[in-house]
């Protein structure tokens, strides 16, 4: 191989290499933000903080809770608002999102306390979320939850 030619396939290689390290790290940072967006609207929703939850739920949310029963925006809300469902701890044991541009998907897995119809219940989730991004803000637009085995 010529000098040239190894020097052509350095630089090469070295563009490939810097090119996946900002890859990897941008991937980082919004996974980063989205997980920061879960934590934040789970603690809303332990807050009951709907002025922070009308901030992060998509208009056209659509959430799927474990016993099936499914809610708009408006409606979540008004349930954690009311004491309809009062969450008492959100703890996530797994979390992992997928970005694909603005739009992304997480599963994982979390430990949840809540207070329905005069009875606390304590369960595992495994979920999905999908989440976009608008005015460079993650929303959640679903959630779909089970209880874990």
Known sequence: MTRATTLVFAVVAALVVATGSVGVAAQQR???ELRAAELARWSAQ????????????????VYIHSNSLVESKSRFIESVAIGRIVY????????????????????????????????????????TTVHVRRNGRWRLVAWQSTRAQ
């Open 88 to 127: 008492d701890s959100v703890v996530p044991v797994e979390l992992a999102h997928r970005v694909y541009d603005d739009a992304a998907v997480g599963n994982g897995k979390v430990r949840v306390q809540v207070r329905m119809n005069d009875q606390t219940v304590k369960v595992d989730l495994i979920f």
């Open 30 to 32: 919004l996974e980063d």
């Open 46 to 61: 332990i807050r009951r903080d709907t002025a922070a939850l009308h901030a992060q739920l998509s208009d056209d949310l």
